[in-house]
């Protein structure tokens, strides 16, 4: 773990292997844990992924999950993906080598036409138009009214799954020679400049501008399947409640809470 993320109170639980790290941190929130501990596998067994899915995971990948328990409200306290995307994002801009792959979520640098790396709503992170990270939010209500919230990042260091529905990459293909460990230090220490920079919600419209001048698609045909039914449209923005705003062919303005979100060929497509 950094430096920066041990000097603000961070705690680590570290396995060999474990079924799932998400579970692991769920089980500590509802045992009464306060929260603000990272929860770290070199090999995971059951992981999970968005919205239920199993999460496949390769040795020498990343598995990690956050535990907390912020003073927010359960609308606000979903914005925390977004959060979790400008830290991982930070962390790449910071850990690969010039040229290699270019993250434009620092906030001196802005993103330029260059940029490989993408945030693709709404948990996810592209390198080359395929996913890189998997970001998934789990939250508790707890008997003190507050929520313990499981924020788990996967990421794909040595390897990306195989026979996926969709792209997947690694930072091996990427041609970035880097382990999970020199990963998690710099994000764990990245996510304590974006949390603070969400403080407890007050600040998710800072953090939603980060987060759009590096979001794949915007101005783009998009298609978002939401339980089999699909809707299309130019995607516009993401509004100040993380929802995405979708113009349908009608003119439409649409915002979207939850989906699955494609671009490209999928997304033009008209049956």
Do not use: C
């Amino acid at each position: 773990m950094g430096a920066k993320a041990k000097s603000a109170g961070y705690r680590l639980r570290a396995y060999d292997t474990v079924g799932s790290t998400t579970t692991e941190a769920i089980a500590a929130g509802a045992a009464g844990d306060p929260g603000g501990i990272w929860f770290v596998a070199t090999d995971q067994t059951a992981g999970r992924g968005r919205r239920g899915r199993v999460w496949q995971h390769t040795p020498g990948n990343l598995a990690a999950t956050l535990l907390i328990v912020p003073d927010a409200d359960p609308a606000v306290v979903a914005t925390l993906g977004f959060v979790a995307g400008v830290a991982i994002g930070t962390a790449l801009h910071s850990i690969l080598p010039a040229g290699t792959v270019k993250v434009g979520l620092d906030a001196a640098d802005g993103l330029d036409g260059t940029s490989r790396v993408a945030l693709k709503w709404p948990n996810d992170v592209l390198a080359d138009g395929a996913k890189l990270v998997g970001i998934g939010l789990e939250a508790t209500r707890r008997d003190d009214g507050r929520h313990a919230v499981a924020i788990g990042i996967g990421v794909n260091i040595v390897a990306a799954p195989a026979d996926l529905a969709y792209p997947a990459t690694s930072l091996a293909q990427l041609g970035a020679n880097r382990s999970a460990a020199d990963l998690f230090e710099v994000l764990s220490d990245a996510w304590v400049d974006a949390f603070g920079l969400w403080n407890d919600g007050r600040g998710i419209g800072a953090v939603l501008q980060r987060w759009r001048a590096s979001a794949a698609g915007i101005g783009a045909p998009v298609a978002v399947n939401q339980n089999g039914e699909i809707l299309r449209g130019i995607f516009e923005t993401i509004d100040d409640a993380g929802r995405l705003i979708i113009r349908t062919d009608d003119d439409h303005r649409v915002a979207i809470t939850a989906g699955d979100v494609h671009f490209g060929a999928t997304a033009s497509a008209r049956s």
